[in-house]
């Protein structure tokens, strides 16, 4: 079968990766001049910084046997056990995540009413809620307004960087979902999965993991095994065609002209506005232009060096997620050298802070001097930054993170019935499967299958 696979970030290039192991014939179709979508790792003068993810959960066998089939088992690198603390602001200083029974009843972030309150929730029988309600209002029956406030809305900004008040709990968190309906209560339903896991001779949370060379080893690992010449860049398709039978037609505006070729099958991975813009059929309409109404938020990262006697605290930890009540310009904060060795040269530190998503906006949007300033502001509070760091890589994501905001059920049908409506073609990546990095994993996987 003669597969063409539209969008090569990592859902694209593993279907790619898993159709060509088949023995079906690929083609990459990838609008930008290189793949790997927003995994990217520049390594310059012994500093290492991530453009997009830092980081991913090796969450099932699928994933270490993936990593294993691509030869990246020696590259392959835990979080560090000095990076066990979490931590989230309170008034403006750095306070430790509870990590166990003893810490959540000493902890300063919450109130003994709350405590008693997330106690409470371990007896809650299951709910079959009629509609959907935004993660919110989820939370807040589960745990009450504070641990919203200071706890799931920040983690929130650093997964989505979303609105709380306008995520689904139903297509968001499919997961507590699902806990809810069939537990009652998310901790009973955490409990559980941690002995499954156990069960099967798994840790009872999935690691952190990255890599020797940082996240691109991983799509530049799935690109190398892809057939020569199977990959085509800076082809921005525009038109799938469907022809006599299974047969696909598939038109695209490249560097040197338009360019167009047949195919059996279609898979396309792309963001939504891609998707909605797509002229599908003989009538050259756009089915999916629908999906123009998926709302992204913008996040600028800033990966930030500074000489270890700069900074005060002693980043042992994974980061920082900061409340929006707080009235920082960061979002949250990644400890990256901490995490993983390798990401800065002997005697630096390197901070990876982001700013914007969907409550902050503008912030994203800031020139790269001002921005800067801001964050390197908001770092001598929370940890101690003293000075101008030497080392500073700025990118800003327009688009960053699909938002499942409630109505996301809508696009998901539209998906659906094109897929219906024109069979050989199969659409799937972070606006239908999920927004992480093993979702999207999962999805390229799951195209592949479905191809098949």
Known sequence: MNVAIIGGGVTGLTAAWRLSGAGHSVRLLEAAPRVGGNIRTECVDGWMAESGPNSFQEATPEISS??????LEQERLKASPLAKNRYLVMDGALVPAPAGPGKFFSTPLFSFGTKVKILMEATLSPRNRPEDVNVATFIRDHFGAEVLERAV???????????????????????????????????????????????????????????????????DALASRLPPGSIELSADVRTLEPGKGARWRVSWDGLAGQGSEEFDSVVAAVPAWSLARLRIGKDGS?????????????????????????VSHPLDGFGALVPSGERKSTLGLLFSSTLFPGRAPEGHVALTAFAGGALRPELAMLPQAELVERVC????????????????????????????????????????????SFPGLYIGGNVRDGISLPD???????????VS
């Open 153 to 219: 809305q920040p983690f929130i900004g650093g997964i989505y960087a979303g609105n709380s008040e306008r995520l689904s709990a139903r297509y968001a968190f499919p997961k507590l979902w699902e806990a809810e309906r069939t537990k009652g209560s998310i901790i009973r339903s955490a409990i559980a999965g941690a002995r499954a896991r156990r069960a099967q001779g798994l840790p009872a949370s999935a690691p952190v993991i990255s890599f020797r060379r940082g996240l691109q080893a991983l799509t």
């Open 66 to 71: 993936m990593i294993a089939e691509l030869g």
């Open 377 to 420: 502001a908001d770092l001598r509070d929370l940890v101690g930054a003293a000075g101008s760091p030497s080392f500073v890589r700025h990118v800003l994501w327009p688009r960053a993170i699909p938002q499942y905001n409630l109505g996301y059920g809508r696009h998901l049908d539209l998906i659906a019935a094109c897929e219906a």
């Open 440 to 450: 999207c994993i999962k999805s390229g996987s799951r195209l592949a299958t479905r």
């Open 286 to 310: 756009s089915p999916l232009s629908g999906l123009s109404e998926v709302e992204y938020s913008p996040v600028a990262s800033l990966f930030l060096g500074y000489r270890r006697d700069q």
